[in-house]
Each structure stands twice: as structure tokens, then as C-alpha cells.
């Protein structure tokens, strides 16, 4: 049974390379253009404030695993030290659930609009947008 397993490890660690880098190598500059795009050039709503939020998060996402894929590269040693060791997945855990977070509340204003537009139009600031957002 051990010999199967070193046969399936390079190639399993081969993989997981490819997919950690072509995360990174598409994440980063598709969510740095999100950012340019919803921070300096698109007018302030509630949408844009949401979409702005969700690259943030997912920037950061995309470049823990860079710290993934050192790992993956060392044989499954952490040269990063123990201190990273704890913060790094709580890094991931909090984008993935800011993450979600976000596309709710972009999920929720979008509902509000179509269902109740006056009571919405109303009562649905930017700076409850803002807030929202750094509360995720």
C-alpha cells in the first residue's frame, strides 16, 4: 500500500501546484481590475460598494494561497513559523465567510429593490452599505 502512495504524490503534488498558481495568476489581476474599476471609476451605490468589498476579500483570498503552495513546494514542511501556522487559516476561514457574507447582502439589497423599490429607495443607504461590509 506505501508504494501506491509514492506513486500518487508527485503527480498529486504536481496538481494541487497547478491549480494553487492558476488561482493566484487569475484571482489577482481579474479582482485588482474589480477594484480599479469599483473604487475609481464606476459611480457610489450599494452594488458597487458590495462588489468592491467582495474583490477585497477575495484578493485576500487568492494571495494566502501563495503560502499554500510554498508549502506544497517544501514536502509539507511550514517555513513560515508557528504564529503563521495559526493566522493563515483563520485568514481563509474569515474571507470565506466574508465572502458569503457579502454576496448576501448584495444578494439582499438586489431582492429589496425589485420586491419593495420606494420602501428601499428609502431606508438603503450607502454608509448601511459601508457598514455592512466592514461588519463582514
Known amino acids: 500500500m506505501e508504494d501506491y502512495d509514492d506513486i500518487l ?4 503534488k504536481v496538481i494541487s501546484l497547478v491549480f494553487y ?6 484571482c489577482v489581476p ?16 450599494i452594488n458597487t460598494v458590495g462588489f468592491l468589498s467582495l474583490a477585497i476579500v477575495d484578493l485576500l483570498c487568492c494571495l494566502s494561497t501563495l503560502f499554500y503552495a ?3 513546494v ?20 474569515i474571507t470565506m465567510f466574508a ?12 431582492f ?3 420586491i419593495t423599490p420606494v420602501w428601499a429607495q428609502k431606508h438603503c443607504s450607502l454608509l448601511i ?7 463582514a
Open 9 to 12: 504524490e508527485y503527480p498529486m
Open 21 to 26: 498558481y492558476l488561482t493566484l495568476i487569475l
Open 30 to 45: 481579474e479582482n485588482t481590475f474589480v477594484l480599479y474599476v469599483a473604487g475609481f471609476k464606476m459611480k457610489r451605490t
Open 70 to 72: 510554498t508549502r506544497s
Open 74 to 93: 517544501e514536502d509539507k514542511r511550514w517555513p513560515y513559523g508557528s504564529i503563521m501556522c495559526k493566522i493563515l487559516p483563520f485568514i481563509m476561514l
Open 99 to 110: 465572502s458569503v457574507f457579502t454576496l448576501s447582502l448584495i444578494s439582499l439589497d438586489r
Open 112 to 114: 429589496t429593490q425589485v
Open 129 to 135: 452599505a459601508r457598514l455592512s461590509c466592514v461588519a
